[in-house]
C-alpha cells in the first residue's frame, strides 16, 4: 500500500506565497513522473506541474515563472514553490505519483488535495 500526505495549503494575500508538499510512503521501489493538478470550482482539473525522474519539468502557461516544482528522492516528496499568488489560483491542489511497488507495476496515486485561497 501506498499513501500520499499534502500539506501545506491555506489562505494568501494576491503576491504571497506558499510552498506545498505531497509525501509518499509505504510499498515504495521506485517514483517516476510527480505533479500538481489544482481544481477551482466548477471546472475542470488542470495540470500545474509536473517533474520526471531525470528532473525535466513542465508547467501550465499560467503558473510559468511564479510556479517552481522539485522533487526530493530520498524523502519521496514533491513539492510546488507557488509566487506571485493571484486570486484565479485559488483552488483545491492535488498531487500525483506515478508509483511502483516491491512486485507490481507502475500505479498513478493521488493525494487527498489541499486548498489554496488568494485572497485580500
Known amino acids: 500500500q501506498v499513501q500520499l500526505v499534502e500539506s501545506g495549503g491555506g489562505l494568501v494575500q494576491p503576491g504571497g506565497s506558499l510552498r506545498l508538499s505531497c509525501a509518499a510512503s509505504?510499498?515504495?521501489?521506485?517514483?517516476?513522473?510527480m505533479g500538481w493538478y489544482r481544481q477551482a470550482p466548477g471546472k475542470q482539473r488542470e495540470l500545474v506541474a509536473a517533474?520526471?525522474?531525470?528532473?525535466?519539468?513542465n508547467y501550465a502557461d499560467s503558473v510559468k515563472g511564479r510556479f517552481t516544482i522539485s522533487r526530493d528522492n530520498a524523502k519521496n516528496t514533491v513539492y510546488l514553490q507557488m509566487s506571485s499568488l493571484k486570486p484565479e489560483d485559488t483552488a483545491v491542489y492535488y498531487c500525483?505519483?506515478?508509483?511502483?511497488?516491491?512486485?507490481?507495476?507502475?500505479?498513478?496515486?493521488w493525494g487527498q488535495g489541499t486548498q489554496v485561497t488568494v485572497s485580500s
Open positions: 500525483n505519483l506515478a508509483i511502483r511497488s516491491l512486485g507490481m507495476g507502475v500505479k498513478v496515486y
Open positions: 509505504g510499498s515504495i521501489f521506485s517514483i517516476y513522473a
Open positions: 517533474i520526471t525522474n531525470d528532473v525535466s519539468t
